[in-house]
Structures are given as structure tokens and as C-alpha cells.
């Protein structure tokens, strides 16, 4: 059991890293409180979910093949469009937080759009070694994942002995205008990631007992990484608004002095570019594996002669990550979760359908309670959707509401099917799971 909790932390936490927010929009007791409920609430089911289908439908292409194969072209081809139009905004976060760990040790890089050139150097410096195919130590190594989490260690150690004593700690400004909604979205993206653990589900020994008992130590290890610092922050007497994306470096540095300052500092850059290195591969397949289903043009199929690398995805990819550069942190977030969501919704449909449509197709990993557990674990990561909805209203993208700007992305994949459709109107290339033919649409 023990090496699928490993795997499964590294893949989804990227660290303490990123979640400073979430203690300015809510303060220390909900932030904490947040950060425990939402795993159980959105982490747990999710992680459920993919496990089944995953193991019942082994499938190159991953949760587009599910959707398309449980209901069908139309509905396959949105999924695969609204994971790869979120994976933009999803991948733009990590060049944005390397500058922000960065600007906190280096102040000159923030002035006269250098962060911008900063972030942009991040992504093509990123997609270069993909399309070379370098393959950079990343987040799933162990001894960096344990360097990257020492300066936590070291928080929450020396914490106990500053009683009380940075309660009127002079910080920087902070110019966060994160609220507990915008909170609990950073939490939401912050537990992102399930799907990548779950594709092993076939892979575990006995999974209907070893897969929910992993998901569910994983699940606590990864919220305690994220709860111990803060909880040893409040002892401190910190105000909540001392926090905003990037502060962890100053923090630090209150705390520990400025050895523990530059090791944060490291360990956010470190983090971010290694997560978004490691991603740049994981991202540029989907587009590979859509135009080896005909779903996209076959240019995206090309690959690099020497690496095998989808070298025309990922130029295509990164411009754009490069164009979302500019959008912030919150926002950015923001809208991954709303068009992260809308994919996610339709795998769980995709669940139930299947469990109608074919209740004999073999399951390894089954979601526990039958039909009843099915359908019930896809309502608490809904509901905590349409928090995303809410705020989604309250940020604005060239000139219109976050929600209305998404809404236009997501109404643009029905358009790109009707256009797929009659460019190619012999449809897409067959795809076939377990021998079995695909629905029509």
C-alpha cells in the first residue's frame, strides 16, 4: 500500500508552496478547517471515481476515452476540449508562482514587466527540454520532493519557540484581494491531481481493499503537509493579512532568518518549474492523442525524430501558457477550476452511465455502495463547483465576467465539434476498449 501513497503524493502536492492565500482570504482557523474538509469532500470521490473507470477502461487518452466511450462522440470531444482549454490556464499558475517566489529575493525583477519575460523564459525554456526530450529531475523524485518540504519542517520546529512573538511583525504589503471563496478555490486547485495516481489502480494488489485505504492515507498525508506549517504560524500570532502568494519566503525569514528566507525562496522556484516541466509532457499528449483520434488536425501528431516528442503540441501549447501569463494567480485559479470542473463533471457522468449501461463490465477497483455510491460521490465535488461559479462572476477577463469569458470558452467546443464534424464527416477514427465498438454520438 505503501508505495501507491508515496506515488500519490507526490503527484498531487506540490508543497506548501502556492497555498498562502488561502490563510489571507479565510484566516488561520477556516483556512485550516478548509483545508480538512475539502479532500474528503472533492479529493477522496474524485480519486474514486478515476480509479473505477480507469481500471474498467484502460485506455491511451485516459478520461477523454471514458466520456466518449460511455456517451459517445459529442460528449467525448467536450471532455477532451475543456481539460486541454483548463490545462492552459492550469499551466500558466506555474510560471506565475515562480515569479512570485523570486520577486521576494530579487524585488528588481517585478519592476518594468520583467516578471512577465521572467515567466515567459519559464515556459520556453520548459518546452525546449520536452521537444529535446532532457529529462529533468522534476516533483516525483523523492530526495527533491524531501528538499523542497525541509523549510517547512524547519517552520513548524522553531514555530513553538516564538510564542506569540511576530503578532506585531512589520511584513511587506500585502496587495492580495483573495476572500474565503477565493480561499477555497486556491485549496480546491491546491488538491488537484488524483487522476494521475488513479491510472494505476490496475496496477495494485488486491485494489477493491488496497486502492480506497491508499487514496485515504494519501489524502491525510497531503493535508497535514499543508496544515502543520499554518497551524504553527498561528502559535506564532501572525496577522492573516501578513499572506499573499510568494509571502512564505518573508514569513520564513521572520521566523527563521535568512538562510530559511533563501531556502523557501529556492524551494517555490524549484517547485514551480519542476512541476511545470514534468506537466509540459503529461499536457502535450492529449493533443497528440486527439489527433490520433482525428480530433484535431494530424500536425499535432508530429513528433520530434530523435526525442518521440509531440514537438508541434507543445510549441502550440506554450503560446498558449505564454498568453495567460498576465491573467494573476487568483484569476488564473479561478478559471482552471470553473473549465477543470465542467470535465470533471461529465467523468462522473460517465460513471453512472456506465454503471446502467454496462453493469457486467469488469471493474478491479469498484466506487463502494453500488449504484447508490456511484452517483452519490459526484455530489460533493459538485457543489463545491458551484463555488467557482460564484467567483468566477466577481473576476473579469478582457472586459467581461470570468464566468461569462468561460462560458464562451466551453460553448466553443460545441462550435469546434460541428466544425470537426464537417470537415471530417466520415467521423473520427474507431476507438475500441476491450474489443468493444464505440457508441455513436
Known amino acids: 500500500m505503501w508505495p501507491l501513497v508515496a506515488a500519490t503524493f507526490f503527484m498531487v502536492s506540490g508543497g506548501t508552496y502556492g497555498t498562502e492565500d488561502i490563510v489571507h482570504g479565510a484566516g488561520y482557523g477556516r483556512a485550516i478547517l478548509i483545508l480538512l474538509l475539502t479532500p474528503l469532500l472533492w479529493s477522496l470521490p474524485t480519486a474514486f471515481m478515476i480509479g473505477e473507470l480507469s481500471s474498467a477502461l484502460p485506455k491511451e487518452g485516459g478520461y477523454y476515452a471514458w466520456v466518449r466511450y460511455a456517451m459517445g462522440n459529442f460528449w467525448g470531444f467536450q471532455e477532451a476540449w475543456l481539460s486541454l482549454v483548463a490545462s492552459i490556464f492550469d499551466m500558466a499558475i506555474y510560471p506565475t508562482l515562480f515569479v512570485a517566489y523570486l520577486t521576494r529575493m530579487f524585488p528588481w525583477f517585478q519592476e518594468g514587466g520583467r516578471a512577465w519575460w521572467v515567466a515567459l523564459a519559464v515556459v520556453v525554456a ?49 496587495t492580495s484581494t483573495v476572500d474565503i471563496l477565493g480561499g477555497l478555490l486556491i485549496c480546491m486547485w491546491n488538491y488537484m491531481g488524483w487522476d494521475n495516481a488513479s491510472t ?122 505564454a498568453m495567460c501569463l498576465g491573467l494573476g494567480f487568483a484569476r488564473l485559479v479561478t478559471l482552471d477550476i470553473l473549465l477543470y470542473g465542467a470535465s470533471l463533471v461529465l467523468e462522473f457522468a460517465a460513471l453512472v452511465v456506465l454503471r446502467f449501461r454496462e453493469p457486467a463490465l469488469p471493474r478491479p477497483f469498484r466506487v463502494p455502495g453500488g449504484l447508490f455510491g456511484a452517483i452519490a460521490i459526484g455530489i460533493p465535488p459538485a457543489l463545491l463547483l458551484g463555488f467557482s461559479v460564484i467567483r468566477s462572476e466577481h473576476e473579469s477577463v478582457l472586459g467581461m465576467s470570468s464566468f461569462a469569458f468561460g462560458m464562451i470558452l466551453i460553448a466553443a467546443g460545441a462550435v469546434a465539434y460541428l466544425v470537426n464534424h464537417a470537415l471530417k464527416p466520415s467521423g473520427w477514427a474507431a476507438v475500441r476498449i476491450d474489443e468493444k465498438p464505440q457508441p455513436a454520438a
Do not use: H
Open 126 to 174: 520548459c518546452a525546449i527540454l520536452n521537444i529535446a526530450g532532457v529529462k529533468v529531475v522534476s516533483l516525483t523524485s523523492l530526495w527533491l520532493f524531501f528538499a523542497l518540504s525541509a523549510p517547512f519542517v524547519a517552520v513548524v520546529i522553531l514555530a513553538p519557540f516564538k510564542l506569540g512573538a511576530l503578532a506585531n511583525a512589520v511584513t511587506k504589503p500585502t
Open 200 to 321: 494505476i489502480a490496475t496496477e495494485v494488489e488486491k485494489p477493491q481493499r488496497t486502492y480506497p485505504r491508499a487514496m485515504l492515507a494519501a489524502v491525510v498525508i497531503v493535508a497535514l503537509s499543508y496544515v502543520l506549517p499554518f497551524a504553527a504560524m498561528w502559535m506564532t500570532g501572525l496577522k492573516p493579512t501578513a499572506w499573499e502568494t510568494g509571502s512564505w519566503a518573508d514569513i520564513a525569514g521572520l521566523l527563521g532568518g535568512p538562510l530559511l528566507r533563501v531556502g523557501v525562496v529556492l524551494g517555490g522556484m524549484i517547485s514551480a518549474f519542476g512541476m511545470f516541466n514534468a506537466l509540459v509532457m503529461s499536457y502535450s499528449r492529449l493533443p497528440l492523442a486527439m489527433a490520433q483520434d482525428g480530433m484535431l488536425p494530424s500536425v499535432f501528431g508530429k513528433l520530434q525524430k530523435k526525442s518521440r516528442a509531440p514537438w508541434v503540441a507543445i510549441v502550440a501549447l506554450a503560446i498558449g501558457w
